[in-house]
């Protein structure tokens, strides 16, 4: 069993700030892409920065230069650093991971974290 824990989602007015953490457990061998996605109310889910083992990253054109995401490989954490809030930024962000799990390593698995919630207020 895998499971993706995020935290760090709140209010906050525009202008501001907030750090998304997200961090994977269980039965891991390795982990592979790391990201971020959001879902807006009525919008389709969408990605908003991601990472690579080595450290290669990409982000939306949306968040470029206000974002920045960042991993632990020790820790099979993500992070998702976000400055400059905007209201459009309000929506739900997930967590995902490509996770090679023990005794099934010749295959990365999405898995997903459970959201959490940014509101951004102007």
């Known amino acids: 069993q895998v499971q993706l824990v995020e935290s760090g989602g709140g209010l906050v007015q525009a202008g501001g700030s907030l750090r998304l953490s997200c961090a994977a457990s269980?039965?891991?061998?390795?982990?592979?892409?790391m990201g971020w996605f959001r879902q807006a109310p009525g919008k389709q889910r969408e990605l908003v920065a991601s990472?690579?083992?080595?450290?290669?990253?990409n982000y939306a054109d949306s968040v470029k230069g206000r974002f920045t995401i960042s991993r632990d490989n020790a820790k099979n954490a993500v992070y998702l650093e976000m400055n400059s809030l905007k209201p459009e930024d309000t929506a739900v962000y997930y967590c995902s991971a490509e996770i090679r799990t023990v005794g099934a390593a010749y295959q990365p698995f999405p898995y997903w974290g459970q959201g959490t919630q940014v509101t951004v207020s102007s």
């Open positions: 269980g039965s891991i061998f390795s982990i592979d892409g």
């Open positions: 990472i690579l083992s080595g450290g290669r990253t």
